[in-house]
């Protein structure tokens, strides 16, 4: 689940570490953990609609223990009931009219205005 917006901070923790770990990148997990908390906040405190999309992989994919992971998924449970947040699930496989499709990225929106979108490797479009 690699939407920053609806992330613990122990499962944030456990996905950067791995992802540092696989990519042999600096150790900046505790900032990056802090950037995505602080994130969220803007999330909480209303005044603006949210669409939130994740891959229907994001949902099956473990970063921690079992107890990290059913935090992660409370967790998205309490966002997904905040009356500013929609969140869209893409599932592994869809149809496109132009044949089936595999997703790859997560994408987020605000105000119908796709603001940023992030691929496994931490890389921004």
Do not use: K
Request: charged share 20%; with cysteine; aromatic share 10%.
């Amino acid at each position: 689940m690699d939407s920053r917006a609806s992330t613990t901070p122990e499962y944030a923790r456990a996905m950067v570490q791995f992802w540092i770990r696989f990519l042999a990148t600096p150790n900046d997990v505790e900032d990056a953990v802090a950037i995505r908390m602080a994130r969220q906040r803007i999330v909480q405190r209303g005044g603006r609609w949210f669409v939130i999309v994740l891959e229907e992989q994001a949902l099956r994919t473990w970063f921690g223990s079992a107890e990290v992971q059913a935090g992660q998924l409370g967790r998205l449970l309490e966002v997904m009931a905040l009356p500013q947040v929609s969140l869209g699930i893409i599932p592994l496989l869809w149809w496109t009219g132009f044949g089936v499709v595999v997703g790859g990225c997560s994408h987020h929106f605000r105000a119908g205005i796709r603001a940023s979108t992030d691929i496994a490797g931490g890389q921004r479009w």
